[in-house]
């Protein structure tokens, strides 16, 4: 069995409000080995960012609390830890690239200080010494000129000049594991490829695990080894790259994935798109988060919470379609194997 690094269990992240504890994230149990990549993948306001913010411990200055669950990073329970022991452990061990990297930089500090601080502070390295390791990762990200642009200021760079500042920052101290938040979404389209090139080349050399976290399919498809897919705050369904895309149990990753555009002949057409929006957290429905936009909702899922079950070969899905057998209405089933959900493709399924 191969070792895992993150073990999330029963990951329960609320925030107070004056109508009580709002969950953010509820139950959420996630493993990632080590050397692998996860992507989270859901809308907006699904827990995306909430679950990343938790493993870290960066929740508790975002005004939320963490109410029940452990976080498990190489045997160790991340939520019993005291933010002054976190301190050793976040930006040294467990380190983070945020959306926007011009936010995510302190606009008084050249780039060159910024990534040096971190190395002085981890790893005890003298003033000149953490200086030549900041302008050595600007240049194995691919900054031109390192030397120079170390000794520049964050609005004297590009959007892609500055998400590699954050890469070389996060990755300074050679991290066991990297969460990447929608390092993309601020960028123009060739940038995000070059960018996720960068970040696959770097996993590779520097041997570390990732938690990729985006609204994007394709950018799941390219990186990832497992997807774990979120919806209001719930984890509905988890496995290999395959599984989701080849063999989607869950009636929200079956719309997530018809909603991709047409590759082929299918460019002027209507695109598809899962009808109404994510229910605000502080009112989620009642079942199924997901039945009051579900082409496929039964009576049950009205009432009762699917579990998340797990398949022979891992593949989990919180959906009580897995019960109805032949009369099952999702695409691809029961026979997945002649049917399939690909990318562009969008399954013929009635608007309720």
């Not at 005890?124 to 000129?145: C, F, H, Y």
């Not at 390092?183 to 041997?207: G, N, R, S, W, Y």
Request: proline share 7%; aromatic share 4%; glycine share 8%.
């Amino acid at each position: 069995m191969a070792e895992k690094i993150l073990e999330i269990r029963s990951l329960t992240t609320g925030f107070l409000t004056d109508k009580g504890l709002v969950k953010a994230t509820d139950r959420i149990s996630l493993d990632i080995e080590k050397g692998k990549t996860l992507c989270i993948v859901g809308e907006s306001g699904s827990g995306k960012s909430v679950t990343a913010l938790s493993v870290m411990r960066l929740i508790d200055y975002a005004g939320g609390i963490i109410e029940d669950g452990k976080v498990l990073f190489n045997g160790q329970d991340l939520v019993s830890k005291r933010q002054n022991e976190m301190l050793k452990i976040r930006g040294n061990k467990i380190t983070m690239i945020f959306q926007d990297p011009m936010s995510a930089l302190n606009p008084v500090f050249t780039v060159g200080e910024q990534i040096a601080e971190s190395l002085r502070i981890h790893k005890n390295l003298p003033e000149k010494e953490a200086w030549r390791q900041a302008v050595d990762m600007l240049r194995k990200v691919g900054i031109p000129s390192p030397e120079i642009r170390a000794k520049q200021y964050p609005y004297e760079m590009s959007g892609g000049m500055c998400q590699r500042v954050v890469i070389a920052m996060a990755l300074a101290c050679n991290p066991e594991l990297l969460i990447a938040d929608e390092p993309t979404t601020a960028l123009d389209v060739t940038v995000q490829a070059q960018i996720l090139d960068l970040l696959q080349q770097l996993k590779q050399e520097f041997k570390m695990s990732m938690l990729l976290i985006t609204h994007d399919m394709g950018v799941a498809a390219e990186v990832a080894d497992r997807i774990a897919v979120m919806y209001a705050g719930a984890l509905v369904e988890e496995g290999t790259v395959a599984e989701i895309f080849d063999r989607p149990r869950h009636p929200y990753t079956i719309g997530l994935l018809s909603s991709i555009p047409g590759l082929e002949g299918e460019r002027g057409g209507e695109l598809y798109t899962i009808k109404g929006s994510i229910p605000p957290l502080s009112n989620v429905p009642s079942g199924c988060r997901f039945h009051p936009r579900c082409p496929y909702a039964m009576d049950v899922c009205k009432t009762n919470e699917p579990p998340l079950r797990e398949s022979a070969t891992g593949h989990k899905a919180a959906c009580w379609l897995d019960d109805v057998g032949e009369d099952d209405p999702r695409p691809g089933k029961p026979n997945r194997a002649e049917t399939k959900v690909t990318i562009g493709s969008r399954p013929e399924v009635t608007q309720p």
